[in-house]
């Protein structure tokens, strides 16, 4: 198993699950883990 580590910054949180060992955020929690929008997230995703 993999250790998972949480960063902190004052007056930010982000939610997260946790599903077999891999980590799962909606494009709304990438964006603000990111500080860009849920848009620019689905942007760069299509590209994969």
Partial sequence: MS???I???ENQ???VRLE???LWLT???V???FAT???NV???LKHI
Avoid: C, R, W
């Fill in 31 to 33: 964006g603000e883990l």
């Fill in 20 to 22: 077999s060992e891999s």
């Fill in 42 to 44: 689905l942007m760069h």
């Fill in 7 to 9: 960063f902190e910054a």
């Fill in 13 to 15: 949180t982000v939610e």
């Fill in 37 to 39: 929008s849920p848009e």
């Fill in 3 to 5: 250790d998972i580590v």
């Fill in 27 to 29: 494009q709304k929690q």
